[in-house]
Each structure stands twice: as structure tokens, then as C-alpha cells.
């Protein structure tokens, strides 16, 4: 199984720094990711309002809705966060979870 995560942030300022875009930032996420899950773990990265949003029309939808404000991370396609920084403990929690697998299911506990 391979537990999809995607990050969808803002395009970079044109004076931003390379390292400081939240492109950086998801790089250094799916480094740290592939260091603990190697290859059950794939992540996308798009900026919003750039032809690679397609592939996520729904979140770009919600963003452009207002409901969502980037940066957005799904992880194993459901929104884990919306605004803010990315917490990447948090993903690596999800990422886990959805790994495992639903709790319980075929068992008695």
C-alpha cells in the first residue's frame, strides 16, 4: 500500500526567497517522510493557481470557495489542515495511520 500526501500551498513572491516557498517547505516534508516511510509513502506537491492544481481540482474548488486556505495537506486523500504551518509530525501521524489500516477491522478488537 502507498499512502498518498499532498500539499497544496501559494505560488511564491516574486522576492521570496527559493527556500522559504512552501515548495521548499513540502521538499523538506517528503524528505523527512521518505526518511521514516521510504517507498509507502508518495508526495505531490501544487501550487494553488497553477496548471499541476488540476490534478486536485476539488481542493483548489474549497480553496477558491474560501474553505480552505492554504497551505492544504491531505494525506491518503483526506484534509488533515488548512492554513497555518505544516506540522510535519502531524502528517507523519497520519501518514502511519493510514498505513496500519482501519483499527479493528476482521477482529474482534
Known amino acids: 500500500m502507498t499512502c498518498p500526501v499532498v500539499i497544496?500551498?501559494?505560488?511564491p513572491a516574486a522576492s521570496?526567497?527559493?527556500?522559504?516557498t512552501w515548495r521548499a517547505a513540502a521538499g523538506r516534508v517528503?524528505?523527512?517522510?521518505?526518511?521514516?516511510?521510504?517507498d509507502?509513502?508518495?508526495?505531490?506537491?501544487?501550487?494553488?493557481?497553477?496548471?499541476?492544481?488540476?490534478?486536485h481540482?476539488?481542493?483548489?474548488?474549497?480553496?477558491a470557495a474560501g474553505g480552505l486556505v492554504p497551505p492544504?495537506?491531505?494525506v491518503d486523500g483526506a484534509i488533515l489542515s488548512s492554513g497555518g504551518k505544516l506540522n510535519?509530525?502531524?502528517?507523519?501521524?497520519?501518514?502511519?495511520a493510514a498505513l496500519a489500516g482501519p483499527v479493528g477491522v476482521g477482529t474482534d478488537g
Open 88 to 96: 510535519v509530525s502531524a502528517i507523519e501521524r497520519a501518514v502511519a
Open 57 to 63: 481540482g476539488d481542493v483548489e474548488a474549497r480553496i
Open 8 to 11: 497544496v500551498g501559494f505560488p
Open 72 to 74: 492544504v495537506v491531505m
Open 16 to 20: 521570496c526567497p527559493p527556500e522559504k
Open 30 to 38: 517528503a524528505r523527512r517522510l521518505h526518511a521514516r516511510f521510504g
Open 40 to 55: 509507502a509513502v508518495a508526495v505531490a506537491y501544487a501550487d494553488f493557481l497553477s496548471p499541476e492544481i488540476g490534478a
